[in-house]
């Protein structure tokens, strides 16, 4: 089983991978198809006009999540790694002014988003809890092409005959990489043989696709995107957008935390208080529709930044080289996550999201800490352990409250969770795996009101009180 490094960390706009950066891409790959020769098209006709259906958990909170505004920015050309947010109302603005949609190389359609753009709350879709269908038609209204996508989590986009295909090939793999370990207990076995780490596992297998020096600027590109959305946050004060009336903490906690420092005064709280801000800080740029990395979702995107940056600032020698076992070691993880239940939140609840953040930068973080193996795995265990369960319900669909201090806290019990597998020997009760498979059998369990759906939880009942 192989998930690029790439595929786990993608740089995006918030607030959401799923609901946002997802839909975008759907709508990115619609434009390319109605160019292509990839579809029956009839002799002579030509694509006047798109319309855009969403259904599921993209329906219910897609207002909140701006998945609507992803869809029209999808649809007029603009990709989440490169659009510019300071542009994006710009462009609302005028693809509703003018009823079009102009994506770069084409001759322009017909897109009116208060009648083309459709939240369909009645009727989900078979596949996947953030399924959409998006169509093109002739100038006479005729129908030429429909597909439908599922948006299944940090930012990945499927058709659904590719989400068939992606179930049905579950236990097999084809991937010609030299560690292609689709377990936890395999990546243990194929370290025990090869004497490598996993982060030497993971670059092996990467360096199949790319050189060592696309690989290392890789990383250094995801960490550079990860620190300047910290530093951006720290920054920023005021109200974030939605209506919640939900205030930015990042920087003036940032501000008493420095003032302290200047201070000499003792705080033994001092190691979480930095942990939290530098996580409320990235959630908070998510929440403003600012630049992020999924890690693995934009929900869940402040914990490995902030885990990182936690240990940078206490651990003066920490390198270039230590940042990317991290990172590497984090993917090997999330792409066992991914593989074997879910990092959606409308598939699972938060428990995919920010528990599977916090399992990634536990290892990570272990990693670095000259952790074995088998002391990563435990890492990894411990911190999804103590997320289990944990549903997924924002007010008023936004991804503010719970999920900013959500991040905050799972940082927390990431760094909670390395310590107290170094100071063991990798020895332990549950395994990784069988966590993993308990956190897909939750959510499979869960309620479809705490799977992103806003329609439980503290989604109704901060708002009744």
Not at 373 to 386: C, D, F, K, M
Request: proline letters at 5%; aromatic letters at 6%; one cysteine or more.
């Amino acid at each position: 089983m192989f998930l690029s490094v790439f595929d786990v960390f993608k740089i995006g706009v918030g607030p959401s991978s799923s609901h946002t950066m997802g839909p975008m891409s759907a709508a990115n790959r619609f434009l390319d198809l109605i160019l292509s020769d990839d579809w029956p098209r009839p002799a002579g006709a030509r694509v006047a006009s798109l319309k855009a259906s969403l259904h599921g958990s993209l329906a219910f909170t897609g207002i909140g999540h701006g998945t609507g505004r992803a869809v029209v920015l999808g649809m007029m050309g603009e990709r989440p790694d490169t659009v510019d947010p300071d542009h994006m109302d710009a462009i609302i603005e005028e693809v509703e002014r003018t009823g079009r949609v102009t994506p770069a190389g084409h001759p322009g359609y017909d897109f009116q988003p208060k009648t083309d753009l459709v939240f369909d709350r009645k009727q989900p879709l078979p596949g996947h809890a953030n399924g959409m269908s998006l169509s093109a038609f002739d100038k006479d209204g005729r129908l030429l092409l429909k597909r439908v996508y599922y948006s299944i989590g940090g930012g990945f986009v499927v058709t659904d005959t590719e989400l068939e295909a992606m179930r049905g090939e579950k236990t097999t793999s084809t991937d010609r990489v030299p560690y292609p370990f689709a377990s936890a207990r395999q990546m243990l076995e194929m370290a025990r043989a090869s004497g490598l780490s996993i982060a030497d596992m993971k670059r092996a297998n990467e360096l199949t696709k790319m050189s060592g020096e696309a690989l290392d600027a890789g990383l250094d590109r995801i960490w550079e995107a990860m620190t300047s959305c910290i530093d951006r946050g720290l920054k920023v004060d005021g109200i974030m957008p939605g209506g919640l009336n939900v205030r930015r903490r990042a920087r003036s906690i940032h501000d008493k935390l420095v003032a302290e420092q200047r201070s000499n005064r003792l705080n033994p709280l001092l190691a979480n208080d930095w942990l939290s801000v530098y996580a409320m800080a990235v959630n908070e740029e998510n929440a403003g529709g600012g630049r992020v990395v999924t890690a693995p979702t934009n929900g869940a995107a402040g914990v490995i930044p902030a885990t990182i940056r936690y240990f940078q600032h206490f651990h003066e020698d920490a390198s270039a080289e230590d940042i990317r076992t991290f990172l590497l070691t984090a993917a090997a993880i999330g792409g066992i996550i991914k593989h074997n239940a879910s990092i959606s939140g409308a598939e699972v609840g938060c428990q995919g999201e920010v528990g599977s953040a916090a399992a990634m930068a536990a290892a990570g973080l272990a990693a670095v800490m000259d952790a074995s193996p088998e002391q990563i795995e435990n890492a990894a265990e411990i911190a999804l352990e103590h997320h289990l369960g944990m549903t997924c319900d924002p007010v008023a669909g936004l991804v503010q409250v719970p999920c900013i201090e959500r991040n905050a806290l799972g940082a927390v019990k990431a760094v909670t969770a390395a310590s107290l597998a170094v100071k063991g020997d990798g020895s332990h009760f549950v395994p990784l795996d069988a966590c993993i498979e308990t956190m897909r059998q939750t959510g499979n369990d869960m309620s479809e009101k705490y799977k992103e759906t806003s329609t439980g939880g503290l989604a109704v009942n901060v708002v009744e009180c």
